[in-house]
Each structure stands twice: as structure tokens, then as C-alpha cells.
């Protein structure tokens, strides 16, 4: 085996997200029509919506039997005609991380942003959404990463053939996966977007396993070689095990919103340690400002005094869309009016979405943010200790943006 294969771990299976936020509309969408008169109460998600958040692969795994990469249904292979790059050995790599939620922010992206007008209706026009256009919004998100991994000039896409496109030698350990793996390597970004289009069921399906070939596509588009140089002393995988599950690294975040697999957070490169201590190399975090942004939040870090900050390129991206690290679990914040992030009067009362992706979720949850309250610090004054008592960790991780800023739920009941 080669030495790059130390930098991912292997890993059988990750089902999909069985929930995207276009489907939430529009559920939301038929119960307004079936109810066109009733208000709908913030009491109906009281139950469901106040429980404390479980990961998807969590509450599948309580339903669903395991399901191997092998059982790929014959359907979403496609034929050695086509042709391509078979695999190599030397390429045979696993691993996989709760990407979704990435994806759902680059759809999102893609359907608000996608013209140059702006307006709030445009919330409206995601709750129509048909089946093509969701095909061509995912086609457009799984593009927009792959190319900006490949430094916007080249992009690799990996689908599962029919045969073998190598023979395992002693040291590779068969998986009926792996070895069936074929590239595609495209130097325009309109044609990346057209073959996955043409090949979408193979990242959607059920049983298509799309997310470990998006893993794939996503590390061959930014070749080993630059992943090594995205990397630092602190990190060498995408990857770890926590509780039994592979969890995606810091490093993994970064390559999928920036490009980059940086392993931190902050801004530009840093030449000491936590102590201050100098280094014998620098420290690497985020260069550029993406589309999509991130921001963090765990109560048990910032117990402990170990929050990581995070730095201006991630908190301000191009556009207000925002993967959240909230607790270890991940969710999507958003608004639809892009001047927000470049006129700082929109900043003072503006609303966000937010999706947490979970079956809990049932319907869309609309938040007022007032930066000039500050009231909510008044109201801390009486609570000893860890503010979480009374605010939820959604509301944390908006202030660590817009410190001190009002939060209004407008009739949900808080929850996450």
C-alpha cells in the first residue's frame, strides 16, 4: 500500500439524507393548501422539535440493516463503453463523511442565486420546484465543489462500471466497489455539470452509494499531491472514528466549502501554536472567502474553553448561506436577500432559514435576527453559568457572527 493511503480511512456505507429542504417546502406547501384558513400552531412541533438533535445516520441506523457498497443495483452502473480512467490500485482509496449538508447549502445556492435578480419571493419559488429542476440543482452543487477543488480548471468524476478495472493484488482487500471505479476528467465546467447531469442517478438513487462517489470524485479533483500541501503538522486524514461512526475532519469542511482541505479555521496561515508557542511549520487555515460560509458552535468546547475561532473568510462568505457545526451536528442557515453581507444596513433586522436536515424538522423555521437589541444579555444577567440554559445553541451560533444580536423564533418553539 502507499503512503497517501494513511490519509483516508476505509468505510462500507453511508446512506442519504431522506429529507432535502425543497421537499420541506413543499410538504409545508400541500398542509397550507389542505389548511388554507388554519394558522398553523408552534405548539403542533413542541413534542418532536424540542428534543435534542440526532445525527440522520443515528436514527437510520436504528431502522435500516447495514447495506454494502456491493449492493450497487445493476441499473446505476454504467458501461466500460463509456469510457474514462479506469482506477489504479495505486488510486484505491475509501472513506466518506456527513456531506449533506454541504450539498443542500450548494443547492440552495443554486436556487436563489442562480440569476442575478434578488427578491424575497424567490423563497416562494422553492416550495414549486420540480423534479428536473431539483436534478439540475444537484448536478450544479456536486459541479460547483468539484471545480472549485480543482482550483476552477479541472474536475474529476468517478462512477461505478460494470467490471473491474483492475486485478486486487495481495495488498489490497476486495470490496466489489473500489476496484469498479472509473474517472472522468473534464478541463470546463459546463461539461462536468452536463456529464453529472446525464449520470445524476448515480449520486441520488436510492442504493446508488452517491456520496462515497462524490468522496471519491471530490479528493481525485484535488489530487493527492495538493491535499498534502492543504495539510499541516495537526492533520493527516479527512477522516476519524468517533462512537463507532467515521466523522469528517475539519480538514474534509474546508475542502468541500473552500477547495481547500486546510485543517483549521481561521484565517490565513498561523506560525505558533494554541500556546503561542512558534512552530516548526506554519499552521494552515482558510485564504479565500467561498460562496458558502460556516460557522460553529459546541458547548462542551466553549465549557472547556476550547471553541475554535472562526476567522472572517468562513463567517463572511460571497453570499448568506452558512453550513453550521452546532453540537457535532450539522445544519444549513441562509437568507435569500444577497445584498445582506455587503450593505451593512440590512445587517440591523434581516431574517434567516434554517434546515437542520432532521425528521423532527416539519416545518420552515424563519428567525429575526435584531443586531441592535442586545436585549438578550439583559435578560442572561439572572442565569449563573452556561447561557445555554435559557438560549438554544442555534441562537449561540448566530451570535458568534452577530455577537449579542435579539433572535426571534416568530413562533416556533426553539429547539436545537
Given at each position: 500500500m502507499t503512503d497517501y493511503q494513511d490519509l483516508l480511512q476505509t468505510i462500507k456505507s453511508l446512506q442519504h439524507s431522506r429529507l432535502s429542504y425543497i421537499e420541506l417546502l413543499q410538504e409545508e406547501v400541500k398542509r397550507n393548501q389542505d389548511r388554507p384558513n388554519e394558522k398553523i400552531k408552534s405548539d403542533e412541533d413542541s413534542d418532536d422539535s424540542s428534543r435534542p438533535a440526532t445525527s440522520a445516520h443515528h436514527i437510520?441506523?436504528?431502522?435500516?440493516?447495514?447495506?454494502a457498497p456491493y449492493s450497487i443495483p445493476q441499473t446505476l452502473t454504467v458501461s466500460p463503453s463509456l469510457g474514462g480512467q479506469p482506477l489504479s490500485p495505486e488510486l484505491a482509496v475509501g472513506g466518506a463523511c456527513a456531506i449533506q449538508m454541504v450539498v443542500q447549502a450548494y443547492i440552495i445556492k443554486y436556487l436563489l442565486f442562480n440569476q442575478p435578480i434578488n427578491s424575497e419571493c424567490k423563497m416562494q419559488s422553492l416550495m414549486t420546484v420540480g423534479e428536473k429542476e431539483q436534478r439540475k440543482a444537484l448536478a450544479a452543487a456536486l459541479t460547483d465543489i468539484l471545480w472549485t477543488a480543482g482550483e476552477e480548471q479541472t474536475a474529476t468524476v468517478c462512477l461505478v462500471m460494470s467490471e473491474r478495472c483492475f486485478t486486487p493484488h495481495m495488498d489490497y482487500k476486495l470490496d466489489n466497489f473500489t476496484e469498479r471505479l472509473q474517472l472522468f476528467t473534464f478541463k470546463n465546467k459546463?461539461?462536468?455539470?452536463?456529464?453529472?447531469?446525464?449520470?445524476?442517478?448515480?449520486?441520488?438513487?436510492?442504493?446508488?452509494?452517491?456520496?462515497?462517489?462524490?468522496?471519491?470524485?471530490?479528493?481525485?479533483?484535488?489530487?493527492?499531491?495538493?491535499?498534502?500541501?492543504?495539510?499541516?503538522?495537526?492533520?493527516?486524514?479527512?477522516?476519524?472514528?468517533?462512537?463507532?461512526?467515521?466523522?469528517c475532519r475539519q480538514a474534509l469542511l474546508n475542502l468541500l466549502l473552500t477547495g481547500r482541505a486546510t485543517p483549521h479555521v481561521f484565517n490565513g496561515t498561523s506560525p505558533n501554536d494554541d500556546q503561542d508557542e512558534a512552530l516548526a511549520q506554519p499552521l494552515h487555515g482558510v485564504l479565500t472567502r467561498s460562496h458558502v460560509g460556516y460557522l460553529l458552535w459546541n458547548r462542551e468546547q466553549v465549557h472547556h474553553a476550547q471553541l475554535p475561532l472562526v476567522g472572517s473568510m468562513l463567517k463572511t462568505p460571497k453570499l448568506p448561506i452558512w453550513v453550521c457545526n452546532i453540537n457535532g451536528t450539522y445544519s444549513v442557515l441562509f437568507s435569500p436577500n444577497?445584498?445582506?453581507l455587503s450593505d451593512w444596513k440590512m445587517e440591523h433586522l434581516f431574517h434567516l432559514y434554517f434546515y437542520n436536515g432532521q425528521p423532527t424538522q416539519l416545518s420552515t423555521t424563519m428567525l429575526t435576527i435584531d443586531t441592535h437589541s442586545h436585549h438578550w444579555q439583559a435578560e442572561n444577567n439572572d442565569i449563573q453559568g452556561d447561557p445555554e440554559k435559557k438560549f438554544p445553541s442555534v441562537e449561540m451560533t448566530i451570535r458568534t457572527k452577530w455577537e449579542g444580536s435579539g433572535i426571534d423564533w416568530n413562533g416556533t418553539v426553539p429547539f436545537f
Amino acid at each position: 500500500m502507499t503512503d497517501y493511503q494513511d490519509l483516508l480511512q476505509t468505510i462500507k456505507s453511508l446512506q442519504h439524507s431522506r429529507l432535502s429542504y425543497i421537499e420541506l417546502l413543499q410538504e409545508e406547501v400541500k398542509r397550507n393548501q389542505d389548511r388554507p384558513n388554519e394558522k398553523i400552531k408552534s405548539d403542533e412541533d413542541s413534542d418532536d422539535s424540542s428534543r435534542p438533535a440526532t445525527s440522520a445516520h443515528h436514527i437510520r441506523a436504528q431502522n435500516e440493516q447495514f447495506t454494502a457498497p456491493y449492493s450497487i443495483p445493476q441499473t446505476l452502473t454504467v458501461s466500460p463503453s463509456l469510457g474514462g480512467q479506469p482506477l489504479s490500485p495505486e488510486l484505491a482509496v475509501g472513506g466518506a463523511c456527513a456531506i449533506q449538508m454541504v450539498v443542500q447549502a450548494y443547492i440552495i445556492k443554486y436556487l436563489l442565486f442562480n440569476q442575478p435578480i434578488n427578491s424575497e419571493c424567490k423563497m416562494q419559488s422553492l416550495m414549486t420546484v420540480g423534479e428536473k429542476e431539483q436534478r439540475k440543482a444537484l448536478a450544479a452543487a456536486l459541479t460547483d465543489i468539484l471545480w472549485t477543488a480543482g482550483e476552477e480548471q479541472t474536475a474529476t468524476v468517478c462512477l461505478v462500471m460494470s467490471e473491474r478495472c483492475f486485478t486486487p493484488h495481495m495488498d489490497y482487500k476486495l470490496d466489489n466497489f473500489t476496484e469498479r471505479l472509473q474517472l472522468f476528467t473534464f478541463k470546463n465546467k459546463d461539461d462536468v455539470k452536463s456529464f453529472i447531469c446525464e449520470h445524476i442517478q448515480c449520486f441520488k438513487d436510492e442504493g446508488s452509494h452517491g456520496t462515497i462517489l462524490f468522496l471519491y470524485s471530490l479528493i481525485f479533483s484535488r489530487t493527492i499531491e495538493r491535499m498534502r500541501a492543504d495539510f499541516d503538522c495537526t492533520t493527516t486524514h479527512l477522516l476519524h472514528v468517533s462512537l463507532g461512526n467515521f466523522v469528517c475532519r475539519q480538514a474534509l469542511l474546508n475542502l468541500l466549502l473552500t477547495g481547500r482541505a486546510t485543517p483549521h479555521v481561521f484565517n490565513g496561515t498561523s506560525p505558533n501554536d494554541d500556546q503561542d508557542e512558534a512552530l516548526a511549520q506554519p499552521l494552515h487555515g482558510v485564504l479565500t472567502r467561498s460562496h458558502v460560509g460556516y460557522l460553529l458552535w459546541n458547548r462542551e468546547q466553549v465549557h472547556h474553553a476550547q471553541l475554535p475561532l472562526v476567522g472572517s473568510m468562513l463567517k463572511t462568505p460571497k453570499l448568506p448561506i452558512w453550513v453550521c457545526n452546532i453540537n457535532g451536528t450539522y445544519s444549513v442557515l441562509f437568507s435569500p436577500n444577497r445584498l445582506l453581507l455587503s450593505d451593512w444596513k440590512m445587517e440591523h433586522l434581516f431574517h434567516l432559514y434554517f434546515y437542520n436536515g432532521q425528521p423532527t424538522q416539519l416545518s420552515t423555521t424563519m428567525l429575526t435576527i435584531d443586531t441592535h437589541s442586545h436585549h438578550w444579555q439583559a435578560e442572561n444577567n439572572d442565569i449563573q453559568g452556561d447561557p445555554e440554559k435559557k438560549f438554544p445553541s442555534v441562537e449561540m451560533t448566530i451570535r458568534t457572527k452577530w455577537e449579542g444580536s435579539g433572535i426571534d423564533w416568530n413562533g416556533t418553539v426553539p429547539f436545537f
